[in-house]
């Protein structure tokens, strides 16, 4: 503190650069798209901008299609979060634990889906569903599931869990990756210790594993829900937030609002509802989610 204090201008030298970047690219945005909620933006209206008060709040909170928005949003994302991080942590403590030979070949192999473009990855989806010649439909016709091609994406449910395990499978090499890199941090004495007082693989996992990674994989979760709820590729091409409404997530609905409907607005008002929201996740997680250090 007292370098930065003798060093002042040096120091601003050097931070100055990045808030910069951080005041132009994030704060002003989200200043402005509050700002915007409480106007009646639009580019189809001509003049200045009128103050509207809570008038676009109210309009958005008595409507459905934001409520199934939300609440498509949050299913999708728990679910596919929840699955992401289950199964990459598991492949990552068998990478750890379990494989020997070949684990940095298919590490590496199993990473390269984490940086595939999203819309590579719709493309894909949208071929393995397809009800003509979709990989999906053909195995469920041979095991006997249905009789006749099904298109799930023209079924509220089906449509959905399309769009989950899309996001499950698109995020499960990046939260394999945190996860073992949180597994490297694990004290070798400390399981060997457990180890030599009779402690099985599961009951160490359980007490000292998990334990000592969950704060990573917490984070790492956090930035993946984050990350989803921004997402719209899947949706947009696949099923336009269909059918009736059973795939309308927030970043889509959103979208429409402001460059179908031309309602800045409006569009505005969803964006500053949904940071809220997804602030407040944030401060659920880490305030009752993250282990505290000892003594703070």
Not at 242 to 261: H, I, R
């Amino acid at each position: 503190m007292y370098q930065i204090k003798r060093d002042f201008l040096f120091f601003l030298a050097l931070v100055s650069p990045a808030i910069l970047i951080v005041g132009v690219l994030i704060i002003y945005p989200v200043i402005n798209g509050v700002y915007l909620s409480f106007t009646d933006a639009s580019p189809l209206r001509r003049g200045a901008l009128n103050f509207v008060g809570l008038e676009n709040y109210t309009f958005l909170l008595e409507d459905n299609v934001f409520y199934a928005s939300a609440f498509n949003t949050s299913y999708i994302v728990f679910i596919s979060s929840a699955l992401a991080i289950i199964i990459g942590f598991m492949m990552a403590l068998l990478l750890h634990f379990g494989i020997k030979r070949g684990a940095t070949v298919l590490r590496s192999l199993v990473f390269q889906i984490w940086v595939v473009p999203w819309i590579c990855i719709t493309l894909l989806w949208g071929w393995l569903f397809d009800t003509d010649y979709g990989l999906v439909n053909s195995l469920f016709t041979w095991v006997g599931l249905t009789e006749t091609n099904m298109d799930l994406l023209f079924d509220q449910t089906g449509a959905k869990w399309v769009i989950i395990a899309g996001f499950t499978w698109r995020s499960i090499p990046f939260l394999m990756v945190i996860a073992l890199a949180a597994l490297q941090s694990v004290s070798k004495e400390v399981l060997e210790a457990a180890t030599l007082d009779g402690a099985r693989f599961f009951s160490r996992l359980w007490h000292i594993i998990i334990p000592m990674v969950r704060n990573v994989l917490l984070v790492a979760l956090l930035l993946d829900s984050v990350r989803f709820f921004q997402e719209m590729t899947m949706p947009l091409v696949l099923t336009q937030g269909g059918p009736s409404n059973a795939t309308m997530v927030l970043s889509l609905f959103t979208y429409k609002l402001a460059f179908e409907n031309w309602d800045f607005a409006l569009a505005s008002t969803a964006g500053t509802l949904w940071l809220v929201f997804l602030m407040l996740i944030a401060w659920l997680l880490l305030k009752f989610g993250m282990k505290k250090e000892y003594g703070k």
